[in-house]
């Protein structure tokens, strides 16, 4: 009985967490109005092409990014690679919204780049060509940044280990290093690399701020303008169906991508020892690997602390401080949520691992392969229904007037993000729950426990690490959100992330700076958290 609690339990719980996607896929099933007409005969090729393009684009640009860095520390030896090993993911601590409002600033006509090479060179406005940052090219750029972390971190653990090991047998049976390397090594960790790409084209398509500052329209940005712009709500469900559709393509061939990721019992585990460059290869080597760390969060952080010291926040005091008790405050109800509810369905699993509760499980976490903008979307419109129900039902029976209820509150705002990041807690949790030895459960069932004393006497105590990294990681998440955070804010609400949003909108970066250097700043403890988790000697985590 107890297990149908928690099988039953956690089919709800999955059920509400995943209603906005169901009503966006419900969206693609209704009758199309006049706008959806006009979207599809004039804009709506463009967000298609656009999309693909940036998902092409800044795939093959972080794809070679991660690769090549981790494959160069993973198994070469040259100076600083032991620091360079955590410091390549740092560009994942910075929101991409925020690279772009620095490049821009330092790249445009006015900017301090041009300007110099114009006082250095002597020439005039057209005597010169240089490659606009505003563009398709410029965003791609800049996504592939901050994201290529996303495949170096996969990537290294997969090189390190096996991949590493397999490319050292075809040496030593005569194989060039090349051969070696695109006949042995990517193909083995080609399911890693899958893995971390899918990542990289899923933030891809979730992007809102970088697309919006640069002008690309792609179906993020048409979400925003065909609700806000041309006040269709239905036309623009229906654009992120569409976009939902696109994110199931990516992740139905990240599923592909991983088939056959089985551990060979021939190969050691063990990373072998790293070939060391010497010479104008090894400088090449560290050269190569520095660049993406330079380029990706030393430049924007130097830039940003420069502004935050010299001009910083006109409100830095006590507006800022509710700028920063706003966003702490959604970010640590979220996170709270988040890991209790993910604790929730690892347990669930493991007292019942049935098709019920592995339903449920891939339900709950649908969120994290979805832009915040389309789970936002969908979760205006039951949540609309349900405030006009209930305040209906007041209004006739008790002569209430209570308005909206959840819509444009904290309320909803904090269940679109708990769509959005379960999924990372659970990742957490369910990789903290694996490191649990099955035996203290019979033990304790034995010894009649149930199963929820179980979880708070055995089971909670054992992942408090893993609890831990699942509230940090989902705490950051949020801080970082933008598209659902501008949907479904309550009026006069803002947050650290729609601060940088709104001041960098009106060309005030400076200003800006002091809210995106604070982002920056508590966004790097996670990454690099995420580099201890992805050693080679760490224990890979399970996907749900």
């Known amino acids: 009985m107890r297990a149908h609690l928690w099988r039953v339990g956690g089919l709800v719980a999955a059920g509400i967490v995943a209603l ?27 967000y298609l092409a656009n999309t693909v393009l940036l998902m092409l684009g ?32 740092l560009p994942l601590a910075a929101p991409a919204y925020v690279i772009a409002y620095v490049y821009t600033d330092l790249l445009e006509y006015a900017g301090p780049v041009q300007s110099a090479l114009r006082e250095i060179t002597s020439w005039e406005a057209g005597d010169y060509s240089f490659p606009p940052v505003r563009s398709l090219g410029g965003a791609t750029v800049m996504l592939a940044l901050v994201l290529y972390p996303y495949v170096y971190l996969l990537a290294r653990t997969a090189f390190a280990t096996q991949a590493a090991a397999m490319f050292e047998a075809a040496r030593v049976l005569g194989a060039s290093p090349r051969r070696a390397f695109y006949s042995i090594a990517l193909p083995a960790a080609r399911p890693a690399i899958a893995g971390g790409l899918a990542l990289v084209l899923m933030e891809t398509v979730a992007d809102y701020g970088v697309v919006d ?16 712009a041309l006040g269709d709500r239905d036309a623009a469900m229906q654009l992120a169906g569409l976009l939902f559709l696109l994110v199931a393509v990516l992740v139905v061939a990240e599923h592909y991508g991983r088939r056959g990721r089985f551990d060979n019992p021939v190969s050691r585990s063990a990373p072998p020892p790293p070939e060391e460059l010497k010479g ?10 520095l660049a993406p760390v330079v380029l990706g969060f030393a430049v924007p952080f130097a830039v940003l602390a420069h502004y935050a010291f010299t001009v910083g926040d006109p409100l830095l005091g006590r507006s800022f401080a509710d700028f920063v008790q706003a966003s702490f405050g959604v970010a640590g109800a979220t996170a709270v949520l988040a890991a209790g509810l993910a604790l929730w369905l690892v347990s669930a699993q493991r007292a019942s691992s049935g098709p019920v509760t592995r339903f449920s499980v891939r339900m709950a976490t649908l969120g994290y392969a979805l832009p915040g903008a389309m789970l936002a979307v969908g979760l205006l419109v039951p949540l609309t229904a349900f405030d006009k129900t209930v305040a209906g039902f007041l209004a006739r029976n008790f002569d209430l007037q ?3 209820l959840l819509t444009g509150s904290a309320a909803a705002l904090i ?10 807690a659970y990742n957490s949790c369910h990789a903290g729950m694996e490191r649990v030895h099955q035996n203290l459960d019979a033990v304790a069932r034995s010894l009649g426990a149930t199963p929820g004393r179980v979880l708070r006497e055995i089971h909670t105590p054992l992942m408090r690490g893993a609890v831990a990294t699942a509230l940090l990681l989902v705490f950051i998440d949020v801080l970082k959100e933008l598209p659902a955070t501008l949907i479904l804010r309550p009026f006069n609400f803002e947050t650290l992330a729609t601060r940088v949003y709104r001041l960098a909108s009106d060309e005030r ?9 604070a982002i920056v700043a508590m966004g790097t403890l996670p990454a690099l958290l995420l580099v201890r988790g ?7 985590r399970p996907s749900p």
């Open 280 to 289: 104008h290869r090894a400088l090449l080597a560290a050269a190569l690997c």
């Open 534 to 540: 992805t050693a080679p000697s760490a224990r890979p």
């Open 402 to 404: 209570v308005g909206l």
């Open 415 to 424: 269940f679109a993000y708990l769509a959005r990041f379960l999924t990372v």
């Open 509 to 517: 970066l400076a200003e800006a700076s002091t809210a995106a250097l």
């Open 20 to 46: 906005p996607v169901f009503t966006v896929l419900g969206s693609l099933f209704f009758r199309s109005g006049e706008t959806w007409a006009h979207l599809r005969a004039t804009v709506l090729p463009d």
């Open 58 to 89: 800044v795939g093959l640009l972080a794809g070679v990014i991660g690769v090549g860095t981790a494959w160069m520390v993973a198994t070469k030896e040259f100076p600083g690679r032991r620091w360079l090993t955590w410091a390549l993911a």
């Open 213 to 228: 500052y640069f002008g690309v329209a792609t179906f993020t940005t048409g979400i925003f303008r065909t609700w806000f």
